[in-house]
């Protein structure tokens, strides 16, 4: 079967690659869709990913988000957000939410952020490092035997110690019930609490006024368009770039863009979504100003 292939080099391809991959994540196994199961993939998953986005944050007890989790923050099991499920077909009714990791033999019941102590792990009372404690309920420490359990005193920048701290999985809903930001609705994988541009800065920066919060009435009730929700831009098929490279190549492996030649840092995350939403809204604006019937015609999907 003839797997999606990207253009090294050309600028068209190398966007729709990365859209793929943040669309699609982990979910490829590592192995290219070919373009009919990219499609199938993005019908099955992306109205889940509307409907049951669940958002991860790691809060103080005094309620702020000191840290919202986004798909390449590591977990205390050190495998990162997106390596855990985060789509859900339905959303579990008991709480706390479980995020189970997806490595395959890794012990990790649910997500589980640790901070770091600027660039530095932080230790256990017991002094060993997190990556040394399992991440298996309990948090046990695999090099000592007087550890009850992985508890950190390093202080947050909130004021409050890490133990304090817990990581939150919830609903949209749920936030809105707080008064908490919950951001444009993305197609993206494992998005966890990023809901703002200023998402990544520590929570005690933001002050917790981050994002966006709740969407405006006239953005609600504005009619949906193509262009201006990222859902439904993602429905579309892939670009023609994409599908012309992908009739003409043989589908060898060396004129396949690798995988790893495009490493993500945590910081591209909000950057990536917010610089595709923002080109949507200009291109939405220069859409409206020409009244293109054929842009109009393709809104009605
Ligand atoms: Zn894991
Ligand atoms: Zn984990
Ligand atoms: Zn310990
Ligand atoms: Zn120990
Ligand atoms: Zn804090």
Same mark, same amino acid.
């Given at each position: 079967?003839?797997?999606?292939?990207?253009?090294?080099?050309?600028?068209?391809?190398?966007?729709?690659?990365?859209?793929?991959?943040?669309?699609?994540? !982990?979910?490829? @196994?590592?192995?290219?869709?070919?373009?009919?199961?990219?499609?199938?993939?993005?019908?099955?998953?992306?109205?889940?990913?509307?409907?049951?986005?669940?958002?991860?944050?790691?809060? /103080?007890?005094?309620?702020?988000?000191?840290?919202?989790?986004?798909? !390449?923050? +590591?977990?205390?099991? /050190? $495998?990162?957000?997106?390596?855990?499920?985060?789509?859900?077909?339905?959303?579990?009714?008991?709480?706390?939410? /479980?995020?189970?990791?997806?490595?395959?033999?890794?012990?990790?019941?649910?997500?589980?952020?640790?901070?770091?102590?600027?660039?530095?792990?932080?230790?256990?009372?017991?002094?060993?490092?997190?990556?040394? $404690?399992?991440? %298996?309920?309990?948090?046990?420490?695999?090099?000592?035997?007087?550890?009850?359990?992985?508890?950190?005193?390093?202080?947050? @920048?909130?004021?409050?110690? %890490?133990?304090? $701290?817990?990581?939150?999985?919830?609903?949209?809903?749920?936030?809105?019930?707080?008064?908490?930001?919950?951001?444009?609705?993305?197609?993206?994988?494992?998005?966890?609490?990023?809901?703002?541009?200023?998402?990544? %800065?520590?929570?005690?920066?933001? &002050?917790?006024?981050?994002?966006?919060?709740?969407?405006?009435?006239?953005?609600? !009730?504005?009619?949906?368009?193509?262009?201006?929700?990222?859902?439904?831009?993602?429905?579309?098929? +892939?670009?023609?770039?994409?599908?012309?490279?992908?009739?003409?190549?043989? @589908?060898?492996?060396?004129?396949?863009?690798?995988?790893?030649?495009?490493?993500?840092? !945590?910081?591209?995350?909000?950057?990536?979504?917010?610089?595709?939403?923002?080109?949507? &809204?200009?291109?939405?604006?220069?859409?409206?100003?020409? %009244?293109? +019937?054929?842009?109009?015609? &393709?809104?009605?999907?």
């Amino acid at each position: 079967m003839e797997r999606l292939t990207f253009q090294p080099g050309a600028a068209a391809a190398i966007d729709d690659y990365l859209e793929y991959k943040r669309i699609v994540g !982990e979910d490829d @196994g590592g192995k290219l869709f070919t373009p009919d199961e990219y499609e199938q993939y993005k019908k099955r998953v992306l109205p889940i990913r509307l409907q049951n986005r669940l958002y991860v944050s790691w809060r /103080s007890p005094t309620g702020i988000d000191c840290k919202l989790v986004g798909p !390449e923050t +590591p977990c205390f099991c /050190s $495998h990162r957000y997106k390596q855990h499920k985060t789509d859900f077909e339905v959303i579990p009714k008991e709480r706390p939410i /479980s995020v189970p990791c997806r490595v395959s033999r890794c012990t990790c019941k649910s997500y589980n952020f640790v901070p770091l102590n600027g660039t530095q792990p932080i230790r256990c009372r017991c002094k060993h490092f997190a990556d040394q $404690h399992s991440p %298996a309920t309990g948090f046990l420490c695999n090099v000592c035997s007087k550890c009850s359990g992985f508890h950190s005193c390093f202080t947050c @920048g909130c004021g409050q110690p %890490a133990y304090s $701290h817990e990581t939150v999985v919830e609903t949209k809903e749920e936030r809105l019930a707080q008064g908490k930001p919950v951001g444009h609705d993305v197609p993206y994988a494992a998005m966890g609490g990023l809901t703002g541009f200023s998402s990544l %800065a520590e929570g005690y920066m933001r &002050l917790d006024d981050s994002g966006i919060g709740a969407p405006s009435a006239q953005f609600l !009730e504005a009619p949906v368009t193509n262009m201006d929700n990222p859902f439904l831009k993602a429905f579309q098929g +892939p670009s023609s770039s994409m599908q012309a490279y992908s009739q003409l190549t043989d @589908g060898s492996t060396s004129t396949t863009m690798k995988v790893s030649s495009l490493r993500r840092s !945590e910081e591209d995350d909000m950057a990536y979504s917010e610089r595709q939403y923002q080109a949507r &809204l200009k291109q939405e604006k220069i859409t409206n100003a020409d %009244a293109d +019937p054929g842009t109009l015609q &393709l809104s009605k999907i």
